[in-house]
């Protein structure tokens, strides 16, 4: 049985930083990618940063300059600075193994509050 399993988060004020972590355990195939969501109340689940097992990155446009994922084989971080208020939100950790056949797993969620 896979398990990502997030740490960090909390409630911080506007500017602030942060910093989220997602560690995989159990059996599964070779990572193909992990990478952070979030949902906002209201809103659709949305991409925040991906990290291949190559070491490419791509990121949201609201976010970009300013978040920073890192890998570490089977875990990944993201720091997060100059945290604004709309980024209040549900971060996600998401890993995809496999190749042609893919499989996704996902966290638990971690609530992150920016407000003053």
């Known amino acids: 049985q896979v398990q990502l399993v997030q740490s960090g988060g909390g409630l911080v004020q506007p500017g602030g930083s942060l910093r989220l972590s997602c560690a995989a355990s159990?059996?599964?195939?070779?990572?193909?990618?992990m990478g952070w969501y979030r949902q906002a109340p209201g809103k659709q689940r949305e991409l925040v940063a991906i990290?291949?097992?190559?070491?490419w990155t791509n990121y949201s446009d609201s976010v970009k300059d300013r978040f920073t994922i890192s890998r570490d084989n089977a875990k990944t971080a993201l720091q997060m600075n100059s945290l604004k208020p709309e980024a209040t939100a549900i971060y996600y950790c998401?890993?995809?193994?496999?190749?042609?056949?893919?499989?996704?797993?996902w966290g638990q969620g971690t609530q992150i509050t920016v407000s003053s």
């Open positions: 998401k890993l995809r193994a496999g190749w042609g056949t893919v499989y996704d797993y």
């Open positions: 990290i291949t097992s190559g070491g």
């Open positions: 159990g059996s599964f195939f070779s990572i193909n990618r």
